[in-house]
C-alpha cells in the first residue's frame, strides 16, 4: 500500500536550520506531485511548498519563501523541505502529501490523495 513517511522535525532555536523528508513507498513516485502542509495548534491546515512530478516546477508560500526550499529525488522516492532560518511562527505539525498529478501540482490540499502521519517543528525564540 502506498506510505509517505515524513522525519527531521525536532527542536531548534530561532534561526536553525531543519531539513525534512519524506520517504514514499507503493506509488509511482514521479507520477505524483508533493507538498508540504502544516498545522499549528488551533489553527487550520495551511500550505507551505509544493513540486511537479519531475522536479521541475516549485511554489512556496509567501509566508516562507526565502527561507524554505522544496526538492525531490526521484530515485530515491523521497520529498525535501529545508527550512531556514526558522521562526517561532513555524512551528506546527508538517504533514507531506502527494497528489497524481503530471504535469505541474495542485495548491488545494483536497486534490492530494494521500498524507503522511506528520512530524513535529518546534521554533523557539
Known amino acids: 500500500q502506498v506510505q509517505l513517511v515524513e522525519s527531521g522535525g525536532g527542536l531548534v532555536q530561532a534561526g536553525d536550520s531543519l531539513r525534512l523528508s519524506c520517504a514514499a513507498s507503493g506509488l509511482p513516485f514521479s507520477w505524483y506531485a508533493m507538498g508540504w502542509f502544516r498545522q499549528a495548534p488551533g489553527k487550520e491546515r495551511e500550505a507551505v511548498a509544493f513540486?511537479?512530478?519531475?522536479?521541475?516546477?516549485?511554489y512556496h508560500v509567501d509566508s516562507v519563501k526565502g527561507r524554505f526550499t522544496i526538492s525531490r529525488d526521484n530515485a530515491k522516492k523521497t520529498v525535501y523541505l529545508q527550512m531556514n532560518s526558522l521562526k517561532p511562527e513555524d512551528t506546527a505539525v508538517y504533514y507531506c502529501?502527494?497528489?497524481?498529478?503530471?504535469?505541474?501540482?495542485?495548491?488545494?490540499?483536497?486534490?492530494?490523495?494521500?498524507w503522511g502521519q506528520g512530524t513535529q517543528v518546534t521554533v523557539s525564540s
Open positions: 513540486i511537479s512530478g519531475s522536479g521541475a516546477s516549485t
Open positions: 502529501a502527494g497528489d497524481r498529478r503530471v504535469p505541474g501540482y495542485s495548491v488545494t490540499a483536497e486534490d492530494y490523495d494521500y
